[in-house]
């Protein structure tokens, strides 16, 4: 015979927690100017175009099959679009240190 769980009352369930289950997780961040990230600038920024491009393409699904799609993220798009010459010619962290030597 299968097993069936039985219901917890409010008693067992709010004792069923201990506080390290209850324990918010931060992460130190510290921000010193320099550039101390792993991912290469040039993978950063392919992927970067590549979300997108996603982005893009969720947008014109969501219009087509008529759902809604988040206005803070259509804003972002389209500020993108109206400064499209911008966005793909970002300034590289090694021309950027370059000009400041």
């Excluded at 931060?26 to 792993?38: A, C, D, K, L, Y």
């Excluded at 969501?62 to 988040?70: I, R, V």
């Excluded at 911008?86 to 400041?100: N, V």
């Amino acid at each position: 015979e299968p097993v069936t769980p039985s219901l917890m009352n409010n008693h067992d369930l709010k004792n069923s927690f201990t506080d390290n289950d209850l324990t918010e997780n931060f992460q130190r961040v510290s921000i010193t100017g320099e550039n101390t990230n792993v991912v290469h600038l040039k993978d950063s920024s392919k992927a970067s175009k590549l979300l997108v491009e996603a982005l893009k393409i969720r947008q014109r699904y969501m219009k087509l099959s008529n759902q809604t799609f988040p206005e803070t993220t259509a804003r972002f798009l389209s500020s993108l679009n109206e400064g499209a010459e911008a966005f793909t010619k970002l300034t590289t962290y090694d021309t950027y240190y370059e000009r400041k030597k």
